[in-house]
Each structure stands twice: as structure tokens, then as C-alpha cells.
């Protein structure tokens, strides 16, 4: 369905012509309708399936311009969606001059009590700093027409269920209410009964959890394995955008420091970082100038990164419903994508739940050996020989060469050269990473609790603490493209590790 088709205004219109689009998501085709009208909706959808425009695009419709209150609020999990959904906001609702601002832990509130004085029509926000607000009387909510609650499952599991409770004890009961989710346990059945009048659910199918456009895979490695089989499955599968989750603070930390040693461009995100780091590595890693991103399940909440190619769950999710968000960062806008989920001996339990949930099989994935990572890293060196050759004047090389052929064969230069451009085998550099405890060892598929949500959370709330295909192998060869080129065209960056110099 077209956007034109949903009765949208023309500044509206406008906006979403200049964003490129036409034909809404099914999410939006059927929320956009519904919620102009003013109806409550429960709307089922996974990050990346557009729902920030489907609740966003009627919210800016219905804003009265003259009136200088707060008319919509957006209840977000985390700093980076709260801001990312302000930026989308803005962006909507230029043409209309509607103010939308965001609040949010980790930042100077000073700032964010000023931007509240100015009047904003629109605010979005994570629980504990709306709530902060509210108890210095620094937003107000009592002229408040929408209340948003996006990824509901995700509030629930960081414990902001309490402070979100608080929240909309201070809004007025005649309030729209829209509430979005990945996905719908009973807790969040339970929200909808206390805080919605007669809501209409939107739900997409149990099918569509994960999207038919990802290839999933499992590997069975022991946790001292894991980090070898890794980078070795880089050499192989050549990722273009990459995100690796782990299980706490310290896996992420450790997991960065060795893909850095091993030459890989990469960064990690979790809780303990600032505000200006986190934002910093997410912009490097949007533009281009990183390939993976490690991080754990909170710090990723709400994250839209476009061009994800691979999705690689070095930790197996303690909860099922995380791996839905975790995969669904990839196989976007009816591209492909990859995951591989490493399993140890005793998560194989948790693999068999996770499959239930979203009706999907994985498919086994054997490790790469040594001569199948060898050929991969070959190929990388093969792809810079013929970019040299393609792309750049050497001209001026080729009376050196032509000495060089006199003394030396064709073939030995060559395969000099091949050796000096192809990536070593990442294993040559060791790298120890500190085994995580193990995840309660019982049978999980009997265990009713955990099929409707994890009974073992860990402290999940505070990130976890620190307690085409060839041999099976997705990528295709797909090596030298520049994620800043979303056209997928060629550029001189072959490979994700450094290696232009060798000792």
C-alpha cells in the first residue's frame, strides 16, 4: 500500500518522498490508519520493520501546532533508540515546524530542563530520566494526548516496568495509548489490561519473527574454541557489516581487544561506556569506518544500523526472545543476511527453545579448517591484486618491473606479491578470552517458564555484569565494498584486517 493511500497530509508526504519511500510496511499500512482515527493498538514488530513510522507519521498528524504542551511522549529503553526515534521524529515533522525533543540518562539534564522550557510538542525519552523530569516538574503531562511504548518486551526485561507504571499514573486517563513489541509474553499482555482502553492488536505472523531473508546457522564449539572458529568463519564468509553480541560487560570488552589484535576494525558498546564514546562508535561504525561491532543485548536495544551483513551471537541469548532482536539487525529491506550462533555442549537446550519460538530450524555449521580459512584469506589477497590492477596508473612502476622480470619469473612475483597482500591466518596471533559461567544446565523445553520468557535473567537490567554459498559458508566471495556505497559498488577496501605490512 502507498503512503498516499493512508491519509496522510501533504507535509508528510513530502517528508517521506524526500526519505525515498512509497509503499508503507504492513506494519504501517495497518497502524497509520488506526491510530488517526485515535484508537489504542498493540502493535507486534521487530526492530527494522518500520513501527517508528508507523506510530511516528499519525502522532505528527494529529499535533495541534498552536498549543505549547507536551502532546505525545514516547517511552524508548535506551539512550540510543530514545535518540535515533527523535532524529526520525524531526526529520518527519520538519516540514510541519513541530519541536520534538529527547531525554535520556548519561547527559547533562541541565541542557535537557532548558530544552523542555522551550516547549516541545513531542518528547521522547528512557524511563528513569522522564521520571527524573517529572519529579523536578520539569515535563508536565497533563495536557498529553499519545503515550508510546515502544519495545515494551525490552523495558520489561531491564526491570523498567516500576518506573514506567509511575509514568503513566501522572497522564490523563482519556489518553491514546499505543504500546510496540518484538514480541507479546504475558507480563506485557498483562500492561496492555491496565494501561489501554480497548486496544486493536496488530500482530505480524509467529513466522515473520525472524525474517525468511536470514540464513541462520549454529556452531557446536567448547567456549575456549569459540574465538578461533570466529575469526576463522571471517576469513571464510567475509562480512561486509558485522555485530557480535556477547553475554556481559567483560565478554565485550575482551572480545574487542582481540579482534584489534588480530587487525579487525572493530569497537564494543556496552552500559559502562559514556554517552560521547558509545555515540562516537556508532557513528564510525554507520559510516563505514568499522566492520563489527561487538555488544551486548542492552546496549544494542533499538539499534537501526543499515547494511548489517552478519549477525554472530558469540554468546547464546540467555533469553529466546533476545535472539529475535539480535537476528533481526540483519536481512533487512528485502536483502540477505547471515547469523551463526556459537553453542556450547550444555546450550543445546536453549538452541532447541529458541527454535520453537520462532518455528525456524538452524542449520549446522562445521567449523572452517585450516585450508578452507587459507582459501578465503587467499581469495581477500586475490580481490586487492585485481582492484591494483583495475583501479590504479601503474605506469610508472613498469620500468622497475620490467628489471624485476629479469631477474625474477613472472610466477615468483606474483606469488610474492599474493603473499605480501594476503591476510595471515588470524589464529597466529593468541588470544585468550576468560570463559563466561556456564547457563543453568537443564532441560529448558520442559521448563514452561522459560518457553514464555527466561526465568534466568543473571543481571540482565545492568548488561550482564562481568561475572550464493561455497562449503556451506554464506558470503559469496562478496569481498571490496564500501559500506559508505549502500549501492554495493566496488572499492579498494578488500579486506577487514589490516595486514598491508608484515614483519
Known amino acids: 500500500m502507498k503512503f498516499t493511500e493512508l491519509g496522510l497530509d501533504h507535509d508528510l508526504l513530502k517528508a517521506i518522498a524526500r526519505s525515498g519511500f512509497e509503499e508503507a510496511t504492513p506494519i504501517q499500512a495497518e497502524t497509520i490508519p488506526l491510530v488517526l482515527q485515535g484508537k489504542d493498538v498493540i502493535g507486534q514488530a521487530q526492530t527494522g520493520t518500520g513501527k517508528t513510522a508507523a506510530f511516528g507519521l499519525p502522532i505528527l498528524q494529529r499535533i495541534d501546532r498552536s498549543r505549547r504542551e507536551v502532546q505525545a511522549l514516547v517511552i524508548s529503553p535506551t539512550r540510543e533508540l530514545a535518540i535515533q526515534t527523535q532524529e526520525e521524529l524531526y526529520r518527519l515533522g520538519r516540514d510541519k515546524k513541530i519541536n520534538v525533543q529527547a531525554v535520556y540518562g548519561g547527559a547533562d539534564i541541565r541542557r535537557q530542563i532548558k530544552a523542555l522550557a522551550g516547549h516541545p510538542q513531542i518528547v521522547v525519552g528512557t524511563p528513569g530520566r522522564l521520571l527524573d523530569h517529572l519529579n523536578r516538574h520539569t515535563l508536565k503531562l497533563g495536557e498529553l494526548s499519545t503515550l508510546v511504548l515502544d519495545e515494551a518486551d525490552e523495558m520489561l526485561d531491564m526491570g523498567f516496568i516500576d518506573d514506567i507504571e509511575s509514568i503513566v499514573k501522572t497522564a490523563p486517563e482519556t489518553r491514546q495509548t499505543l504500546l510496540f513489541s518484538a514480541t507479546m509474553p504475558a507480563p506485557i499482555m498483562k500492561l496492555t489490561n491496565t494501561f489501554m482502553h480497548d486496544p486493536i492488536t496488530v500482530k505480524i505472523k509467529s513466522k515473520e519473527l525472524t525474517a525468511d531473508t536470514v540464513d541462520q546457522y549454529y556452531v557446536r564449539a567448547k567456549d575456549f574454541e569459540k574465538f578461533d572458529v570466529m575469526t ?16 556481559t560487560k567483560r565478554r565485550v570488552d575482551e572480545l574487542t581487544r582481540g579482534l584489534k589484535a588480530r587487525g579487525y576494525k572493530a ?64 536481512g533487512r529491506a528485502g536483502k540477505s543476511g547471515v547469523s551463526v550462533t556459537f553453542v556450547t555442549p550444555n546450550e543445546v537446550d536453549y538452541l532447541r527453545t529458541i527454535e520453537d519460538l520462532t518455528k525456524k530450524r538452524m542449520m549446522p555449521l562445521k567449523p572452517p579448517t585450516e585450508q578452507e580459512a587459507f582459501l578465503g584469506q587467499l581469495s581477500t589477497g586475490l580481490e586487492t591484486v585485481k582492484q591494483a590492477v583495475e583501479d590504479d596508473d601503474t605506469s610508472k612502476f613498469e620500468p622497475m618491473a620490467e628489471s624485476l622480470l629479469e631477474e625474477y619469473t613472472p610466477l615468483q612475483l606474483v606469488a610474492a606479491y599474493l603473499k605480501q597482500v594476503t591476510p595471515d591466518d588470524a589464529k597466529a596471533v593468541p588470544v585468550k578470552i576468560t570463559p563466561e559461567r556456564p547457563l543453568p544446565n537443564h532441560n529448558h523445553r520442559s521448563n514452561s517458564k522459560y518457553r514464555g520468557r ?4 543473571g543481571n540482565d537490567r545492568h548488561d550482564g555484569g562481568h561475572g550464493g554459498r561455497s562449503n556451506g559458508y554464506r558470503g559469496d566471495g562478496k569481498r571490496g565494498f564500501d559500506r559508505n556505497r549502500r549501492d554495493g559498488k566496488r572499492t579498494d577496501r578488500p579486506s577487514k584486517r589490516n595486514y598491508s605490512h608484515k614483519d
Open 232 to 247: 576463522r568463519l571471517f576469513d571464510v564468509q567475509s562480512p561486509e557489516l558485522a555485530l557480535i553480541f556477547g553475554r
Open 454 to 457: 527466561s526465568s534466568y535473567r
Open 267 to 330: 569497537e564494543g558498546i556496552h552500559g559502562d561506556l559514556t554517552q560521547q564514546k558509545r555515540m562516537s562508535v556508532l557513528r564510525q561504525f554507520k559510516s563505514g569506518e568499522l566492520d563489527f561491532l561487538v555488544a551486548t543485548d542492552v546496549a544494542a536495544r533499538g539499534l537501526d544500523i543499515t547494511g548489517v551483513t552478519h549477525v554472530y551471537n558469540y554468546d547464546i541469548p540467555q533469553d529466546p526472545d533476545s535472539y529475535v532482536h539480535r537476528v533481526g539487525r540483519t
